[in-house]
């Protein structure tokens, strides 16, 4: 999803290809510019929602296809003003009256996307002209040209079309005037939609300060959507003073399985070599299937290069027991220790007592970095006793045979994460689909 301005100058200006699926639906109909979109923005008295899409990328393609071409994107386009941009050029296609637009966005022409996609990269990211960007992007805007809060990455056309109505919910002049204030701030830090959270809460603990994070402690303990606590103590993992990250530790025992999960999840993200032990003391313990799998895929990933025999103990354990409600998690992050005999024995163990197909795969794929000859007959002799509706664990024994003969490296790594998604990750696709105010 990081595409380089430089492939432009590599060929990728020349005519592109536009799937029908795109071609065939409706386009929606995209602002010129920012400076018009927010001048309509500023009329209606509704927000300004700015995509960023590039070409030749899978996520990117499906915003295209399934997401902006969707009734449910046209329906939110009437309570937003929508404009896209993107670095390619496009072919042409003519419209009624004789104006050629972009074939791919349809409405705006590729030189008023270009200029979009400029903006954006320099004014708004501060990226030079051959950085890469993320995408899919969407930043929503007041009328007023203030950011309101953005989202990366793909999403389904139900979350994008809330987002977009919550933006403009959000556009209300008393709410764009107390936005930069305290009491405003505090607001946000529990609204439904966690894109708006999560910008609110880094603004309230950069300022460091102890009644404020009092004040986030207290709309913790009282809000009973697991979201907001999950969202305050998350956010305390990555604070830079120690006394906030302990907060953020001690919300691993918390009452809300879902809060534990998220708290587990931000250890991972923040990359910290602290929150080892604390999530070692606590994975034994931890009985909530989400909530465990989250502390094992954290350890796997934040004891990797330190090796912590501490760590690898609590993975093996959890490997190797076939109660453990979130067993495929912990075979899936123990892989950096396959070498080890005592590890390769609790994944082989999966193999010969079966299971779902994600504890095998997880196993397997594992096993793939183990560099064991012997391994590798046993896994060509396990493909074999496969059936033909295990085709999805059939692929990840090819790749994992492969890897242990020294070709197919490229791109292994990634299979571990498309086995088993994230708890935390799974747990916000099922969020997505349920509106605001039924969370």
């Known amino acids: 999803m990081r595409i380089a301005r430089t492939l432009a100058l590599i060929g990728l200006l020349a005519v592109a290809v536009v799937p029908a699926t795109a071609q065939d639906r409706g386009h929606p109909s995209w602002s010129p510019s920012i400076e018009k979109g927010l001048a309509e923005a500023k009329t209606r008295g509704v927000a300004l929602m700015v995509a960023i899409n590039m070409d030749n990328e899978r996520g990117n393609q499906q915003m295209v296809d399934d997401v902006y071409s969707s009734k449910k994107f046209h329906d939110a386009a009437k309570s937003c003003v929508i404009a896209m941009g993107s670095l390619f050029k496009h072919p042409g296609k003519a419209m009624t009256g004789g104006k050629t637009v972009c074939a791919r966005f349809g409405s705006v022409t590729c030189v008023e996307h270009q200029a979009i996609e400029s903006t954006v990269r320099q004014d708004w990211l501060k990226r030079g002209p051959h950085d890469d960007i993320e995408s899919p992007r969407h930043f929503f805007l007041a009328p007023n040209g203030k950011i309101l809060f953005q989202k990366v990455w793909t999403m389904s056309a139900s979350e994008l079309s809330e987002l977009m109505k919550r933006a403009s919910e959000l556009c209300t002049p008393e709410k764009i005037e107390a936005w930069d204030t305290l009491e405003g701030r505090l607001e946000r830090a529990a609204d439904p939609i966690s894109s708006v959270r999560d910008i609110a809460l880094a603004d309230l603990i950069a300022e460091n300060d102890a009644a404020i994070v009092d004040q986030l402690v207290k709309l913790a303990k009282s809000s009973k959507d697991p979201n907001v606590p999950g969202s305050i103590y998350a956010a305390f993992v ?71 025999k501490g760590a690898k103990k609590a993975l093996v354990k959890g490997a190797g027991n076939s109660k453990d409600p979130a067993r495929a998690h912990a075979a899936l992050s123990i892989a950096p220790w396959a070498k080890e005999k005592d590890v390769k024995a609790a994944l082989q163990k999966i193999l010969v007592q079966g299971g779902a197909t994600d504890l095998r795969s997880a196993a397997v794929w594992s096993l793939g970095f183990s560099e064991d000859k012997e391994v590798r007959g046993e896994l060509v002799t396990f493909k074999e006793s496969l059936s033909r509706r295990e085709w999805r664990l059939d692929r990840v024994v090819k790749a994992a045979i492969s890897r242990l003969r020294g070709i197919g490296e490229e791109g292994y790594d990634a299979i571990g994460a498309r086995i088993l998604k994230h708890p935390a990750e799974a747990d916000e696709e099922e969020d997505e689909k349920k509106r605001p105010w039924e969370r």
């Open 238 to 308: 990555g604070a830079e003073d120690e006394a906030r990250r302990q907060l953020g530790a001690a919300a691993l025992t918390h009452k809300m399985p879902e809060v534990r999960m998220r708290v587990a999840w931000a250890m991972q993200k923040s990359g910290a070599v602290e929150h080892l032990k604390p999530l070692v003391a606590r994975v034994g313990k931890e009985r909530d299937a989400k909530a465990k799998g989250s502390m094992y895929r954290a350890i796997g990933a934040l004891a990797a290069e330190s090796q912590d």
